[in-house]
């Protein structure tokens, strides 16, 4: 099945000794069905070990430690499962993460690295000139880079006749941020024009009134937002400010992420979301002292990692 992938992902390797935001750590590690089973019938040492670590009910995952962190994670941030025998002993979740795919039944499979990761996120906001690429065959998480054959995206000669319309609009309006030449606040303001999105500024005012009540891991995120103001304007910037290409790349990133026919809300919908998403991100560099890095690993994690937080904020902007 063809895979779409934007073109910094070819490069993303993870690197979890030199991650400062671990995903072995806080998160919940759930075991899919295969891995279970797996874990379950292995005789040796390791599956012993494993085992001792599964906390076997209804929703099969890892035992945290006391400080959450997994108990495979070593202190030099390396997973001794993947020490032992590869990436491929790893439960699903594990081996995937921070990817999301994008499915459009059996014609092609959209694939990037969410944005809770801070190396994905360096690599996309490092990328001058971003664009997507295809590859005939499908790409999993154990497909290595370097026999990945990939060529410049071109949607016509794989998109079905059944989604055609969906995704001619998808890429029309991601070729008009990527290759759109003016400021970023200029380029938002015609492609609302070309959607006809007017009333952006009070949908955007109810998703931040939102914001201090959506269920987040840590408490401290919904406390940014209290008592603040949705519009930022003649704020001193103390740390470097995002450029028009980081913001560019976020916005379609954002967009390429959430607009699919899963959602039900439309296309409109997911772009007023992307840029919402953006103008938190500036919010929390310029107001909130945040440093770039972290302010995107940070709303990510927060917003796009719940479907209920990104489907709560999406029905706001599906009102037009």
Known sequence: MPTIVPSFYPRFRCIPSACHHSCCVDWEIGI????????????????????????DDDDPHFALFEDNRCPF????????IILAEGQGTLPEICREHPRF???????????STGLSCELAIQLLLKEENLHFL???IEIDALTPSESLSLTPYSFSPIFSEYENTFLEKKYTILQLILEGKASYDTLCQ?????????????????AYQMLPSIDTMNADFSKLFNGSKAEISHVAHSNMPLCNIEKKNLLAHTFFRHANTENLVSLEAVFAFSHFFVSLISELIECRNFDKIEAIRTLSAEIEYSEENTDRLLEVFDDF
């Open 32 to 55: 899919d069905e295969d891995s279970l089973e797996c874990y379950r019938t292995r005789t040796d040492a390791l599956g012993e070990r494993i085992r001792m670590h599964i906390i």
């Open 73 to 80: 994670l070593e202190e030099s941030g390396l997973c001794s």
């Open 101 to 111: 795919r994008n499915f459009y039944g059996e014609d092609y499979i959209e694939l």
């Open 134 to 136: 295809v590859s005939d």
């Open 190 to 206: 015609n492609i609302f024009e070309y959607l006809s999105i007017h009333n952006y500024k009070e949908n955007a005012r109810r």
